[in-house]
């Protein structure tokens, strides 16, 4: 949670500050009388990888509709690459939740993949046209989907299907990747697929990772950073700082017990105080719903910033 200061280059001026992949400053979202976060500042370095958690309705998606100019924030502001979000911006990436896609439909994986490179200039031509089949063979590639490309979408699997949704979002080559519960409805070896996808991409180019999920467990391993917001309040750090009964205590506002089991992270939540409707006992996951663990490195014990 420290920032290091800028080198100095042999003459001894200095280097100036890399452009974060995403910056966000006094950013506050609310609706009506009711606000989802406010006061957040947070700058996410090229390559690195954020888990965004908290319970149902604590604002998560919207984060990511704001960085996705979908959403105007009600303050702050909010940049990518250096520049104000704006819609359409193909240095931004989005994988949704995987849902299976009506049987009948007959886009090709090569086609949907392709979309991703829509808002991308390639020129007109036969030039034009063969740089953006390579972009498309060379995601299809990389997510090993190139053996069912041909198909109609709607014959494929849900892991067919999302490891297609993710070269669409790679395809482009962008700085940041917005991940909306990616591995749901995934079956274990498929979130693992996704899972190392993503992480190979964050580390082959740098792409920034913003991952919205209720499950960290698959993904903990490779989490440098945690934002974790529950109801307007929120901690920001390492999975160490802030999956902690201190951290979550305070954002929760009711006792929380974070234990670590087998190399796992099992927080369980206080019996009379249920952290949300569905949550009347424990165990929980760190997002607050019952029953589910996560992988983890042990304890630190450090204090997040907790806003
Ligand atoms: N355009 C809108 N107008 C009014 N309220 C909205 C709007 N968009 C979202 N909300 C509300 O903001 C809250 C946060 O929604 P959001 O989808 O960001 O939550 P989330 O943390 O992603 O939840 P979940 O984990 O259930 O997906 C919800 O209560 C939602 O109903």
């Given at each position: 949670?420290?920032?290091?200061?800028?080198?100095?280059?042999?003459?001894?001026?200095?280097?100036?500050?890399?452009?974060?992949?995403?910056?966000?400053?006094?950013?506050?979202?609310?609706f009506?009388?009711?606000?989802?976060?406010?006061?957040?500042?947070?700058?996410?370095?090229?390559?690195?990888?954020?888990?965004?958690?908290?319970?149902?309705?604590?604002?998560?998606?919207?984060?990511?509709?704001?960085?996705?100019?979908?959403?105007?924030?009600?303050?702050g502001?909010?940049?990518?690459?250096?520049?104000?979000?704006?819609?359409?911006?193909?240095?931004v990436?989005?994988?949704?939740?995987?849902?299976?896609?009506?049987?009948?439909?007959?886009?090709?994986?090569?086609?949907?993949?392709?979309?991703?490179?829509?808002?991308?200039?390639?020129?007109?031509?036969?030039?034009?046209?063969?740089?953006?089949?390579?972009?498309?063979?060379?995601?299809?590639?990389?997510?090993?989907?190139?053996?069912?490309?041909d198909?109609?979408?709607?014959?494929?699997?849900?892991?067919e299907?999302?490891?297609?949704?993710?070269?669409?979002?790679?395809?482009?080559?962008?700085?940041?990747?917005?991940?909306?519960?990616?591995?749901?409805?995934?079956?274990?070896?498929?979130?693992?697929?996704?899972?190392?996808?993503?992480?190979?991409?964050?580390?082959?180019?740098?792409?920034?990772?913003?991952?919205?999920?209720?499950?960290?467990?698959?993904?903990?391993?490779?989490?440098?950073?945690?934002?974790?917001?529950?109801d307007?309040?929120?901690?920001?750090?390492?999975?160490?700082?802030?999956?902690?009964t201190?951290?979550?205590?305070?954002?929760?506002?009711?006792?929380?017990?974070?234990?670590?089991?087998?190399?796992?992270?099992?927080?369980?939540?206080?019996?009379?105080?249920p952290?949300?409707?569905?949550?009347?006992?424990?165990p929980?996951?760190?997002?607050?719903?019952?029953?589910?663990?996560?992988?983890?490195?042990?304890?630190?014990?450090?204090?997040?910033?907790?806003?």
């Open positions: 949670m420290t920032t290091q200061p800028a080198p100095a280059a042999a003459d001894g001026r200095k280097t100036p500050e890399p452009v974060p992949a995403l910056a966000l400053r006094g950013a506050g979202l609310g009506g009388d009711r606000t989802l976060w406010s006061g957040l500042d947070l700058t996410v370095h090229p390559g690195e990888f954020i888990a965004v958690l908290g319970p149902n309705g604590s604002g998560k998606s919207s984060l990511l509709k704001v960085l996705l100019g979908l959403q105007p924030l009600s303050h502001e909010a940049e990518v690459t250096g520049r104000a979000v704006r819609t359409g911006n193909d240095r990436g989005y994988i949704p939740q995987q849902k299976m896609i009506d049987p009948g439909t007959t886009v090709r994986g090569r086609d949907l993949v392709g979309f991703g490179l829509d808002g991308h200039r390639f020129g007109v031509g036969l030039r034009g046209r063969r740089r953006r089949r390579e972009k498309v063979d060379a995601a299809l590639a990389e997510v090993g989907a190139g053996a069912y490309a198909r109609p979408m709607g014959v494929l699997s849900g892991g299907q999302q490891r297609l949704r993710v070269a669409q979002a790679l395809c482009g080559d962008p700085a940041v990747l917005l991940c909306d519960e990616p591995l749901l409805s995934l079956d274990l070896a498929n979130q693992q697929t996704v899972a190392r996808l993503i992480d190979h991409r964050r580390h082959e180019a740098g792409t920034a990772v913003l991952f919205v999920t209720h499950e960290v467990n698959p993904i903990l391993p490779m989490v440098d950073r945690v934002l974790y917001i529950v307007g309040r929120f901690a920001v750090g390492t999975p160490d700082e802030v999956l902690t201190e951290v979550l205590t305070d954002l929760y506002r009711t006792p929380v017990d974070v234990l670590r089991v087998h190399g796992r992270v099992i927080v369980v939540g206080a019996t009379d105080a952290l949300d409707p569905h949550c009347q006992a424990s929980m996951a760190p997002d607050g719903r019952p029953g589910a663990d996560a992988d983890g490195p042990a304890a630190a014990g450090r204090t997040a910033a907790l806003r």
